[in-house]
């Protein structure tokens, strides 16, 4: 396992729309590995997609302190309500804002195996699931965020 640099600062691969994984492989193991643990270096860190590692494959980690959730072909089946509140990215380090989204989720994605399975979410997981989802369609946390602040 290594740690991964994070792309930062709008780079143009942030606004990439991943590539379907169709190789459940040891080299697929490898890149959530290293995920994981590039999530794990980054103090409240709630999740991290591949393209923000440079990496434009479908696949995205999140930890929200329950256990990591790896979600390789993610996709939102199923939503319910609205939530609206802040969220951050460690691709736009310091800069917050208001995000509206679903307050519920249920997301169909596959492990790194190949074996399909469901997670359904509330509140922050609901949040980090949709916001790492969205980062496999090239969409960035600013695009939707209201009220935005530099903090450093």
């Given at each position: 396992?290594?740690?991964?640099?994070i792309?930062?600062?709008?780079?143009?691969?942030?606004h990439?729309?991943?590539?379907?994984?169709?190789?459940?492989d040891?080299q697929?193991?490898?890149?959530?590995?290293?995920m994981?643990?590039?999530?794990?270096?980054v103090?409240?860190?709630?999740?991290?997609?591949?393209?923000q590692?440079?990496?434009?494959?479908?696949?995205?980690?999140?930890?929200?302190?329950?256990?990591?959730?790896?979600?390789?072909?993610?996709?939102?089946?199923e939503?319910?309500?609205?939530?609206?509140g802040?969220?951050?990215?460690?691709?736009?380090?310091n800069?917050?804002?208001?995000?509206?989204?679903?307050?519920?989720?249920?997301?169909?994605?596959?492990?790194?195996?190949?074996?399909?399975?469901?997670?359904?979410?509330?509140?922050?997981?609901?949040?980090?699931?949709c916001?790492?989802?969205?980062?496999?369609?090239?969409?960035?946390?600013?695009?939707?965020?209201?009220?935005l602040?530099?903090?450093?």
């Open positions: 396992m290594a740690r991964r640099n792309i930062t600062n709008d780079d143009p691969v942030l990439k729309k991943c590539r379907e994984v169709v190789k459940f040891e697929l193991a490898l890149l959530i590995d290293d994981v643990e590039t999530l794990h270096s103090e409240n860190a709630a999740g991290l997609a591949a393209p590692v440079g990496i434009l494959r479908c696949v995205t980690v999140i930890d929200i302190g329950e256990g990591v959730i790896e979600l390789v072909n993610p996709q939102v089946i939503t319910k309500g609205k939530q609206f802040p969220e951050g990215c460690l691709s736009y380090p800069q917050y804002g208001n995000v509206e989204r679903p307050a519920y989720v249920k997301v169909k994605a596959y492990d790194r195996f190949g074996k399909p399975f469901f997670v359904k979410g509330e509140g922050l997981l609901a949040r980090a699931l916001h790492e989802i969205d980062h496999l369609s090239g969409i960035v946390f600013l695009e939707k965020a209201k009220d602040n530099q903090v450093d």
